[in-house]
């Protein structure tokens, strides 16, 4: 397993990855710009529960890279999931419960679950929490931490993710 010299190059080689491994077009509504804002969304909320940002940033890039359309794909998040695993010898370097999490909240980010270890609700609440570049306003009800459903949180990230969209 390759040793890094800091998270942040565990993450640039991971998102490096997700990249070469995503298929759609990366001006869309599922491609690299959305992780950005969910990997922004995720460590604000991580922040803010003390959840695992290197957890939250490792989703961040990974959750969606493994979509065959922006239209209704279910199985995306347990694709992503699988692809994690693929990395887990060569890029990922976590401990098995903090990949477990990963794995967990990859697969699972796709069936709208409100309850799970919170490092895992922080990544679903980062992904929910963009969904104003499709054009909805996220709902507290589908989101997982009480961080997540402020006002304030939904409304910041709602103005992040159609200034950025």
Sequence with gaps: MRSYSSQRD???VVKKRALAHYQLDTAGIHGPAHWERVRLNGL?????IGAD???VQLFAYLHDCCRRGDGSDSQHGP????FALSLRDDCLTLSDEDFDKLYLACKHHTFGYTEADPTIMACWDADRLDLGRCGITPDPRYLCTDYAKLPATIRDALRRSLRDS
């Design 10 to 12: 565990q993450i640039a």
């Design 44 to 48: 604000e909320v991580a922040e803010a």
């Design 53 to 55: 940002t290197l957890i």
């Design 79 to 82: 694709r992503a999931a699988e």
